[in-house]
């Protein structure tokens, strides 16, 4: 039962990577698993059912490493990374440009779960505004890895890391701690007058 099912999940991945998610049909899968259609069916409804039951390959999605220390925030960062390039082929598959996007929601959602808990832990409040960060730090680390994974860059799970912190971190530090946000410098000749800058809002204040 289990052979039959990892041929089956394995003949979607390689379709996907041939020709893209929404190209391929049921009977494009049972041909390529060498299956009987009533076999299929009695292992999976259609082929989404089949494109999620190959979640669970995805190690990182499922054990996201907590937080190390207080001020670590995003500890999930380099070694998701890490596993994205050990698992490069069915990554490619089911969050790449060809996957159809069902899986990558999956994996905001999850990543989103994550993030949220990190920031409750490190002081913001829930409200609209963490709701609001939530949401940035997973778009930039989602659009790092699918940049890894589509090609459009060949940097390394640490520089991938280091990207993303630079990216996020300053910013969502000064969301958590407004207090110790740098000022604006006082009005002067071309300067903005400090008025017009409104203040940093506290997440969840």
């Known amino acids: 039962m289990r052979r039959t099912r ?21 009977t494009d899968i049972i041909v390529r698993a060498d299956v009987g259609r009533s076999t299929f069916y009695a292992h999976f409804t259609d082929k989404q059912d089949v494109l999620f039951s190959n979640l669970g390959e995805l190690a990182f999605l499922h054990r996201l490493p907590a937080a190390r220390e207080a001020e670590e925030l995003f500890a999930f960062s380099r070694p998701m990374f890490e596993h994205v390039r050990e698992q490069e082929r069915l990554v490619r598959a089911l969050l790449g440009r060809r996957s159809g996007g069902l899986v990558q929601a999956r994996g905001e959602e999850l990543l989103a779960a ?76 071309g300067s903005v007058p400090t008025h017009a800058c409104a203040e940093p809002t506290a997440v969840g204040g």
């Open 6 to 26: 990892r041929l089956v999940q394995q003949a979607l991945v390689e379709l996907i990577l041939e020709k893209g998610y929404d190209a391929v049909t049921v």
């Open 114 to 189: 994550v993030v949220r808990d990190e920031l409750v832990a490190a002081g913001a409040r829930p409200s609209p505004g963490l709701d609001l960060l939530v949401v940035c730090v997973v778009g930039a680390f989602m659009g790092l890895m699918r940049a890894w994974v589509d090609g459009e860059t060949g940097a390394s799970p640490a520089e991938l890391d280091a990207a993303f912190r630079a990216a996020v971190t300053p910013g969502v530090r000064v969301a958590l701690r407004p207090d110790e946000a740098p000022r604006p410098p006082h009005a002067g000749a």
